[in-house]
């Protein structure tokens, strides 16, 4: 464990933003935090940055203990969504700051800024102002700057989020490569879940101030432990166990030993198949084109639908189909409602 | 950085950080300040207002002030000044703001730049300059041939009214900045009236603005010092009975009195503006659309009328003293001469150049220590950062004149070693930047509270200590208000009266003080001449403040060679 977060708590009053939780980082892993807004995952950022104090619980980096070092001694690197360049100061100036607290010599900060802007693509920027440059530019200006301390942790709060779509893509697909390359310890906030299935070596899924899962961006997808993980990583039809084991019992094999309420089955969408069938249970309600595939709704015997099928659309509004189902693509997933019998 | 990374584990461990040692020192300094040079003389003034002739405790003064027929007729006198001036300056203040932002003429840059014109002056210089036009021997009364009696309570509201107009419009008119375009667009498409649109739109939204304004003015007129001694005559204020029973007959307790009875409107006014500034805040709309007026006779025109007019006499009152300044032998001789610049009492124009060093220091020493404290408070917890907001935020609520009668019986009492400093040009900077510590501190908490945190936390993880963020990256930040409140505080040095009047001393005289002198000793041209030149040195510094600030709005736009 390279950086590791130990039992922390944090509270606003009464208003509890993190409660108990533990995180860990691998040397040279790209770790994602996700989670809906409020969910306590950017109070988790600032409390590794030590940009906030601590209630209870650890921050360690190694075996250092973390918490009564203040912010400007720890040696990260952090990114915020609002860029945050120092208005006053040119391009290349912002950069090499942090090497200039350090009281690095002049002439090795000016190649290690030229370098960095060779890095982030924007060498004819140095001289111009934070004011003088866009979003994106300003963003990847902002990247350098953290990284120019060779920091021991790059921190990343929702990055891309100020960012419109097409640079979006184009920085994260950079941001990944960087730290691939480098191989800085890196956690990125975000509430986009196909970002963090795009970057992160690990997701870890908060909700009210709790993680809820942590694994890779397959285990979270396709073996996601409760309903809120399923609902937030993408599209998923979520049917209760009385309905499946009246309609589809041969799914049940898979389901953990259990109360009927504290388990729903969680299927993905392209993984159900149609065929077109005038005696099958179900019925096609509307078809949505998406380009590489299209997006069925169904009226079902388990209720409504949703089905992914590649290429174009060949089913019509009305027409009766059959499902077919394997037991191994659904997942039976934690009902976050359901509370254990004491 | 592997050196950073040694560095920190190194600093391991509980000790005293010092980033919070340094927030401390930032907030305690100004703090001592406070202490010393505020609440101090305060807590003397109230004390000596309870002190009794035989040196006991006991509201004998109270009583003896209460009984005395002169103190009723200063405070009706005040109070009458007060409602009139306040009736007849939020009026025209509407009219000239509701002119600029909702009507559309030509020639508005006139009426922006003449309003502020009595700001730039010792508040006494309208008072001459009506007198000039309309006394004994004045250009209206000479040319119409008839006396009027300008001396005495419509001298006065005149006077009072064109030095508080400046503020009401720029109260009102930034209510009136706030009004959302769209709101009209929506009540004309559903078929309202402009004059209906006034009375359900504008009116109850710069309500709140209106009654501040009302306060402000109230507060202004009540405690101007330099109007009432100069062409107030035989209609005596509170302020001018203040000066009567410290300066004339050396009266200290009974001024103390006096002090303290101005301090109560003042202070209640005070409350009641901060109450209603906070429920204003709370209605801003953000990303408002502005509203650019189309023109439309029947309202433009009059409208119109009326600020020029307006305009029209504030510059005939101070442009006839400048003109006076030059004028041979007032009023028979017209011909113009430079004679009146040569002051003949005694010291000359030693007082402008100390005042000038006195103001530098003021604004030098006073921003600095704003910019520590606001730096201060942002690291500091809640209830105590509240705390010290409440208190900076105080001095507004004092009278100048109390202020100046507060330091007096402070400083020079032999008791405390603060007696060095009485009689010093150094007090007198330190009396006029506390009497101004409150705009000037907004001023800059503004400016503070628009610096975003992301700024300095990005600046604290690349290892930046606070007083190194504050020297690089909060300082260029908020530089714009600082040179706002520099230029505030020297402005306001230069021209102020009510708060040194009662510290200057023979060998020590400041401009504003000079200029009434010189009036009262029959030196009216002089007066005039000298008013004249403090003007030249406010405006030339007015000047350089926009210069200033078009330089640093300019500066990051431009990249660096090299």
Redesign the interface.
């Known amino acids: 464990m390279y950086l590791t977060v130990k039992n922390v708590t944090k509270r606003y009053g009464t208003f509890t933003a993190l409660d108990d939780v533990s995180i860990s980082i691998e040397q040279g892993e790209f770790v994602c935090l996700l989670g809906p807004s409020g969910c306590g995952k950017t109070t988790l950022l600032r409390l590794i940055a030590g940009l906030t104090d601590i209630d209870e619980g650890q921050v360690l980096l190694e075996d250092e203990v973390l918490s009564d070092v203040p912010a400007r001694n720890r040696g990260f690197g952090i990114v915020f969504q609002s860029y945050s360049l120092f208005p006053s100061m040119t391009v290349a100036e912002n950069i090499g700051y942090g090497l200039k607290i350090r009281n690095v010599p002049a002439a090795q900060i000016n190649a290690r800024v030229a370098e960095l802007l060779e890095i982030v693509k924007l060498p004819h920027l140095a001289n111009k102002f934070p004011g003088q440059l866009s979003g994106g530019q300003q963003q990847r200006i902002a990247l350098a700057r953290a990284i120019a301390v060779d920091p021991r942790v790059l921190l990343l709060d929702e990055p891309l989020s100020a960012l419109d779509a097409k640079v979006r893509s184009s920085l994260r697909d950079e941001i990944r490569q960087l730290q691939r390359t480098l191989q800085i310890p890196t956690l990125m906030v975000t509430h986009d879940q196909e970002e963090a299935l795009a970057l992160a070596d690990k997701i870890i899924c908060m909700n009210h101030g709790v993680v809820v899962q942590a694994g890779t961006p397959e285990d979270l997808y396709y073996r996601p432990a409760t309903r809120f993980v399923a609902d937030f990583m993408g599209v998923s039809n979520l049917i209760p166990t009385e309905m499946v084991r009246r309609e589809m019992p041969a799914l049940l094999s898979q389901r953990p030993d259990a109360p009927d309420a504290q388990f729903d089955a969680c299927i993905r969408p392209e993984k159900i198949q149609i065929n077109a069938d005038p005696r099958g249970s179900a019925t096609i309600r509307s078809a949505g084109f998406l380009g590489n595939l299209t997006r069925y709704k169904l009226d079902s015997v388990f209720g409504e639908m949703m089905v992914e099928v590649h290429g174009p659309q060949r089913l019509t509004e009305g027409q009766k189909v059959s499902l077919q189902i394997s037991p191994s693509d659904c997942t039976w997933v934690v009902n976050d409602s359901y509370e254990v019998p004491q | 950085?592997?050196?950073?990374?040694t560095?920190?584990?190194a600093?391991?461990?509980?000790?005293l950080?010092s980033?919070k040692v340094l927030a401390a020192a930032c907030v305690a300094i100004p703090l001592i300040g406070l202490t010393l040079f505020f609440l101090y003389p305060m807590a003397t003034v109230f004390l000596r207002s309870i002190t009794t002739a035989d040196g006991s405790y006991g509201f004998a003064n109270y009583t003896e002030v209460l009984a005395s027929k002169g103190f009723w007729r200063a405070t009706q006198n005040s109070m009458a000044m007060g409602v009139a001036t306040t009736i007849v300056s939020v009026f025209l203040g509407f009219i000239i703001a509701h002119g600029l932002h909702r009507c559309a003429f030509r020639g508005k840059w006139m009426i922006r730049g003449v309003i502020v014109l009595p700001l730039l002056a010792p508040s006494l210089v309208q008072a001459l300059g009506l007198i000039f036009l309309l006394g004994r021997n004045g250009l209206v009364s000479r040319a119409i041939g008839t006396e009027v009696d300008i001396y005495g309570f419509w001298g006065l509201l005149i006077a009072n009214t064109l030095y508080a107009l400046p503020q009401a419009v720029m109260i009102i008119g930034a209510s009136l900045v706030l009004l959302d375009a769209r709101t009209y667009e929506a009540a004309e498409v559903m078929g309202a009236k402009p004059s209906r649109q006034f009375r359900d739109l504008t009116l109850p939204a710069i309500f709140f603005a209106l009654l501040n304004s009302a306060f402000v003015v109230f507060i202004i007129t009540i405690t101007d010092f330099g109007n009432a001694a100069v062409i107030g005559g035989d209609y005596s204020v509170l302020a001018t009975e203040i000066y009567t029973q410290v300066i004339g007959l050396r009266n200290f307790n009974m001024g103390a009195v006096v002090g303290i009875m101005l301090l109560l409107p003042t202070v209640i006014s005070y409350v009641i503006e901060r109450q209603s500034m906070k429920r204003q805040q709370g209605r801003h709309a953000t990303n408002v659309q502005r509203f650019v007026p189309s023109f439309y006779a029947k309202r433009d025109i009059p409208m119109a009328a009326a600020c020029f007019a307006v305009v029209a006499m504030i510059l005939a009152v101070i442009g006839v003293v400048i003109y006076a300044s030059f004028v041979k032998l007032w009023p028979y001789n017209q011909s113009l001469t430079f004679k009146h610049f040569d002051i003949t009492l005694a010291g000359g124009y030693d007082s402008l150049w100390i005042t000038i060093a006195i103001s530098l220091g003021a604004a030098a020493g006073g921003t600095f220590l704003i910019f520590l404290m606001a730096l201060g408070l942002r690291r500091l917890s809640g209830g105590i950062s509240q705390m010290v907001q409440v208190l900076a935020a105080m001095p507004a609520a004092v009278p100048g004149i109390v202020l100046g009668l507060a330091y007096i019986l402070t400083f020079n009492s032999t008791s405390t070693p603060l007696y060095l400093l009485y009689g010093t040009a150094a007090l007198i900077g330190i009396i006029n930047f506390y009497h101004y510590h409150t705009q000037a501190f907004l001023t800059v908490m503004t400016g503070f509270r628009q610096f975003?945190m992301?700024?300095e936390?990005?600046?604290?993880?690349?290892?930046?200590?606070l007083g190194?963020t504050a020297v690089?990256?909060i300082a260029?930040?908020v530089?714009p208000m600082l040179v706002a409140v520099f230029f505030f505080l020297f402005m306001r040095s230069m021209v102020t009266l009510s708060a040194v009047v009662f510290l200057t001393t023979a060998k020590l005289d400041v401009a504003a003080v000079t200029i009434m002198r010189l009036d009262d000793a029959g030196l009216t041209s002089q007066a005039a001449a000298f008013s004249t030149c403090v003007m030249a040195v406010v405006c030339l510094a007015l000047g350089g403040m926009k210069l200033a600030i078009i330089l640093m709005t300019w500066a990051?736009?431009t990249?660096?060679?090299?």
């Open positions: 950085m592997t050196a950073a990374s560095n920190a584990t600093k391991r461990g509980m000790r950080d980033d975003p992301a700024l936390e990005a600046a604290t993880t690349l290892g930046a200590g190194r690089n990256v260029p930040f530089a990051p736009q990249s660096k060679e090299g």
